[in-house]
T-cell receptor, first 114, second 114 residues
Framework: GESVGLHLPTLSVQEGDNSIINCAYS??????FIWYKQESGKGPQFIID?????DKRQGQRVTVLLNKTVKHLSLQIAATQPGDSAVYFC?????????????FGRGTSLIVHP | DAGITQSPRHKVTETGTPVTLRCHQT?????MYWYRQDPGHGLRLIHY???????DKGEVSDGYSVSRSKTEDFLLTLESATSSQTSVYFC?????????????FGEGSRLTVL
C-alpha cells in the first residue's frame, strides 16, 4: 500500500508463496494504471498495465486487479521467487487532456525469504 | 531494454555549483521526463518534454531547468546546487503522452550535494 512517513511499507513472504501488493489511487480521471518493479540500484521496469475498462489482467505469474469503486489497485505475484525481491510502484495516468502525466505511488518493498 | 543512457551515473558536488545531468535516448520517442526519487516520496516529476524545445514543469520544478535541442537529448540543469537536491534522478521516455503508454526508465543518476 501507500507509505506513510519515511519508511516504505514492507511485505515479507516465503519463497513459493503468493504475494499481494496493494495501491490506492486518488485521481478519478485516471484511466490507465501501471505496475513497476525497481530493483536496488536500478531504474523502475514495467511489469503490467491495465485500462479502466477492465477489472483484471493477467501476465506471466502476475495479475493486476482494479476496483474503480474504491480506487484500489493490487498486484498479485504467484509462486514468489527470491528474484521478485524489489520495490513495487503503482502509477496512475489519465487519457484525457490535463491528466496525461503519470503519478507514482510511494512504493512497497517486497522481501522474499528462501 | 529501451535505449536510455544517463550521465553521469554518480556525481558529488558542492553547494552553489552548477550541475547538468544528461539523458540520451536512441528510441526516437517524443516524450521525455526527469524524475527525482527520495525516501518516503517515491518518484516526483521535475520537468518533462513533449518535443524539441517544448518543455513543461512538473510538481517539483523549483531550482531546476531543462533543455531539449535534439529529440535524443534532454538535459537537466541545477543552476546552483543545494543540499536539498541530493537525490537519485531518473530520466524516462515514452512514445505516447495522451492515451496509454508505459514509461521506460534509465538507470538513474545519483547526485550528492555537500
Amino acid at each position: 500500500g501507500e507509505s506513510v512517513g519515511l519508511h516504505l511499507p514492507t511485505l515479507s513472504v516465503q519463497e513459493g508463496d503468493n504475494s499481494i501488493i496493494n495501491c490506492a489511487y486518488s485521481n478519478s480521471a485516471s484511466d490507465y494504471f501501471i505496475w513497476y518493479k525497481q530493483e536496488s540500484g536500478k531504474g523502475p521496469q514495467f511489469i503490467i498495465d491495465i485500462r479502466s475498462n477492465m477489472d483484471k489482467r493477467q501476465g506471466q505469474r502476475v495479475t493486476v486487479l482494479l476496483n474503480k469503486t474504491v480506487k484500489h489497485l493490487s498486484l498479485q505475484i504467484a509462486a514468489t521467487q527470491p528474484g521478485d525481491s524489489a520495490v513495487y510502484f503503482c502509477a496512475e495516468k489519465g487519457t484525457a487532456r490535463g491528466s496525461y502525466i503519470p503519478t507514482f505511488g510511494r512504493g512497497t518493498s517486497l522481501i522474499v525469504h528462501p | 531494454d529501451a535505449g536510455i543512457t544517463q550521465s553521469p551515473r554518480h556525481k558529488v558536488t558542492e553547494t552553489g555549483t552548477p550541475v547538468t545531468l544528461r539523458c540520451h535516448q536512441t528510441e526516437n520517442h517524443r516524450y521525455m521526463y526527469w524524475y527525482r526519487q527520495d525516501p518516503g516520496h517515491g518518484l516526483r516529476l521535475i520537468h518533462y518534454s513533449y518535443g524539441v524545445k517544448d518543455t513543461d514543469k512538473g510538481e517539483v520544478s523549483d531550482g531546476y531547468s531543462v533543455s531539449r535541442s535534439k529529440t535524443e537529448d534532454f538535459l537537466l540543469t541545477l543552476e546552483s546546487a543545494t543540499s536539498s537536491q541530493t537525490s537519485v534522478y531518473f530520466c524516462a521516455i515514452s512514445s505516447g503522452l495522451a492515451g496509454t503508454g508505459e514509461l521506460f526508465f534509465g538507470e538513474g543518476s545519483r547526485l550528492t550535494v555537500l
